[in-house]
């Protein structure tokens, strides 16, 4: 696949566990679903870190640009962590979703950097 649908698919992922993230907590969800948040979090910070360094795939190689990519997505999930305390009125901000967030961008380094990047 080509870089500008890698950055397209970065750039929607982005977007969508943004206002995921943000979007008021109701009834819509069915109760027979029972997912741990933290599961939620761990998926979706993998597959936000996973689309990001395939967008750069070539200068991921680097070990410097795979870090910009970790340190940058962590800050978004400290940005977005922070906005659910100031701007949702039910949701507030954890630290353990933060943890979550950062497990899910350090397997997808790990998944990228041992197996993916050869591949691709």
């Known amino acids: 696949m080509e870089r500008k649908y890698y950055f397209f698919i970065s750039i929607f ?3 969508i566990i943004g206002w995921g993230s943000l979007a008021p907590i109701g009834d819509s969800m069915p109760s027979t679903i029972s997912i ?3 599961a939620i979090h761990i998926l979706a ?3 936000l870190t996973l ?5 750069y795939k070539k200068e991921s190689k ?3 640009v795979s870090i910009i ?3 940058i997505v962590f800050i ?4 977005i962590e922070v906005l659910q305390g100031t701007v949702t009125k039910n949701r507030q ?5 933060l943890l979550a967030n950062l497990t899910g961008i350090i397997l997808a380094i790990t998944v990228f950097k041992q197996g993916l990047q050869k591949n691709f």
């Open 36 to 38: 741990s948040d933290k």
């Open 69 to 71: 990519i970790l340190v």
């Open 93 to 97: 901000p954890e630290a353990y979703d």
């Open 51 to 55: 689309s990001w360094l395939f967008s």
């Open 76 to 79: 978004y999930g400290i940005i």
């Open 45 to 47: 910070y993998f597959l």
């Open 62 to 64: 680097k070990l410097k």
């Open 13 to 15: 992922l982005t977007l």
